[in-house]
Every structure is written in C-alpha cells, then in structure tokens.
C-alpha cells in the first residue's frame, strides 16, 4: 500500500453516502488524502458525463436516445466515481446484459485514462462479476479487443473454452 | 422446391392463426401435405416440451425455474413449431438477450433431430436476425461450439473479427 489508501465503497443511490465497503486500495501515490474512490449501480448517471469518459478513451460517439435505451435495459451498470470533498467524477464505467438466470455479457468497460494502470479496471471488474454471481449468473462472457485480452484472462475469463467462438453478424 | 411446400408463417399467440407469411419452404418430401412449419414470438412456451427438446439434442437438464426466467428476460425468443392438422409440436427454439439498443446475443439455438438437414436451423436463424435488425439492433452477437462455426459463417457471422475473442468466465 502507499503511505494513503482509497476506500472502494458502494452505493445504489448517488445522493446517499456510500454504506458498504469493498476494500482498500491505492490509487494514487500524488492523490489528495481527501480523495476516495466509489462505486454504484445507480442508473441516473448524467449522459455527458458518460459521453465525456468515452470520448477520453476514443471511443466513436453513440446517439445518448440509445445510449440511456442501452443503460435502462441492462441488468446490471457499475459505474465509479471519484469523490474528492463534496465534488464527484466519473471515472469508470461498464454494464453486463443478461437473461437473469443464466447468462450475462459484459459491455462498455471503460476507464479514464487518467485512472487507467492504477488497478482500477481490475477493480471494477471483480465488483461486477461478484455481483453478477450473487445473483446466481453462472456463465459470465465478454468480447474482447485483442489488446485487452490478457487483462481479462488474468481476471479469469478464458478466450474460446473448448473451441468456443466468440461470432459477430455483419450484414450481406 | 418438392412435390409439396411448407410456408413459413410467423404467429405472436399460439391461439391465434398464424398471419404474416415468411416464406416457402421444403421441409421434407416425405412429410403430409397438411404439414406446415412456423415461427411464433409468444413466449408460453410450455416448459416440459422445452426440456423434451433440449433432451432430444442431449443438452444437459436446467432448472424450470430458471428456464422460465430466462425466457421472460430474454429480448427475443422464437420458437418453431411443425403443426399437422390442430396438432402442434415444438421442433426449433432461440432467444436473444439485449440492451435494446446496441447489443444483442443469441442463446440456445435447438433444432430437433428430426428436424435437422432441412433449413429449418437456417430459417430460424435468418427470422431471428430480421427481428433484431428490425428493432435496430446493430451487434448480433453469440458463441458458437466448433462443430457449429461454419454453420453460423454461413449465415454471415464472422469469428473473432478483427481479433476480438469471446470470453468466458471461470471461479477460481
């Protein structure tokens, strides 16, 4: 650990104080001894924020009417926050779909650049597949750009189990 | 086409007479002129003739329960059906999960033995991919076992485009 740490905490509503704690880690050696890093499941997230994180990452923009379609319609959205005083940013962002039973897909896992190589992603990932286990999903997936394959292996996804194709439709 | 044709219909209630025509096709030469296969988007299915097909093509049994929850939280589901005279029989099933916007993935693609080599697979396949792209669905998405790979190729799926690998994941 650094001479701070940063508690992830969670929060389902933006406007109440996080409750739950997650852990403890370091986000930055340079970061104001005030500043904490949160999550929360919490849909309402401003959409310019969001388009913002995106646009950071260089990510095409997507229309925000489907973007909110998008976020309303996936089973479960983390989003993470930095909370520095009273004032927040949004940081990390992704969201899984699923058919609440058997199946989910993680999508749109994104963090700022600012925040990325601090272990945050990895993070951010643990929260959603432990909440995505506790609500007894048993086969958690995700399509991965090739540069960022070897960041989820090491969270423990496998690329193509027994011959398994990840597949896309293009139009004719 | 055969001596006879089957006409693809597509039905939202099981009760109500199939309407929208799909298209011709030959089932099979031997089958009774009084046959005919369709889609239906209703999703009371019942759950034992579900399972009795899942049988057929050897997948393992999944809890009801689940079953059922699945299918109500899925964006899509088709099923195929062969109805002689006022009998109907479940020969094919699909669903889909989505975010309603971007994303979607396909579940459970079952044809039955008895049913397979036909273009009934292909069928079903080319209705589902209609609907999703009808409700502007731009990434089709799904995981396919290798001995099914070229079969969804056919279908314009391509694997792994340029370079992303589906992913799955594992409990330590």
Same mark, same amino acid.
């Given at each position: 650990?650094?001479? $701070?740490?940063?508690?992830?905490?969670?929060?389902?509503?933006?406007?109440?104080?996080?409750?739950?704690?997650?852990?403890? @880690?370091?986000?930055?050696?340079?970061?104001?001894?005030?500043?904490?890093?949160?999550?929360?499941?919490?849909?309402?997230?401003?959409?310019?924020?969001?388009?913002?994180?995106?646009?950071?990452?260089? $990510?095409?923009?997507?229309?925000?009417?489907?973007?909110?379609?998008?976020?309303?319609?996936?089973?479960? @959205?983390?989003?993470? $926050?930095?909370?520095?005083?009273?004032?927040?940013?949004?940081?990390?962002?992704?969201?899984?779909?699923?058919?609440?039973?058997?199946?989910?897909?993680?999508?749109?896992?994104?963090?700022?650049?600012?925040?990325?190589?601090?272990?945050?992603?990895?993070?951010?990932?643990?929260?959603?597949?432990?909440?995505?286990?506790?609500?007894?999903?048993?086969?958690?997936?995700?399509?991965?750009?090739?540069?960022?394959?070897?960041?989820?292996?090491?969270?423990?996804?496998?690329?193509?189990?027994?011959?398994?194709?990840?597949?896309? $439709?293009?139009?004719?």
């Amino acid at each position: 650990m650094g001479f $701070w740490k940063s508690l992830f905490t969670t929060s389902n509503t933006m406007t109440a104080p996080p409750s739950q704690k997650e852990g403890g @880690v370091t986000v930055s050696p340079t970061a104001a001894p005030d500043t904490r890093i949160f999550f929360s499941t919490d849909r309402d997230i401003d959409l310019y924020d969001l388009e913002e994180l995106c646009d950071a990452v260089g $990510w095409s923009r997507r229309p925000l009417r489907k973007v909110k379609k998008a976020i309303q319609h996936s089973f479960l @959205v983390v989003s993470m $926050w930095e909370q520095r005083g009273s004032s927040r940013r949004l940081v990390g962002f992704s969201r899984a779909t699923s058919d609440h039973a058997f199946n989910a897909t993680i999508w749109d896992v994104v963090i700022h650049p600012d925040f990325q190589s601090k272990g945050l992603g990895k993070a951010l990932m643990k929260y959603l597949i432990k909440r995505l286990r506790s609500d007894d999903i048993s086969n958690i997936t995700l399509f991965a750009d090739p540069h960022v394959v070897d960041f989820y292996r090491n969270l423990g996804f496998a690329p193509d189990p027994e011959g398994i194709k990840g597949m896309f $439709w293009y139009p004719d």
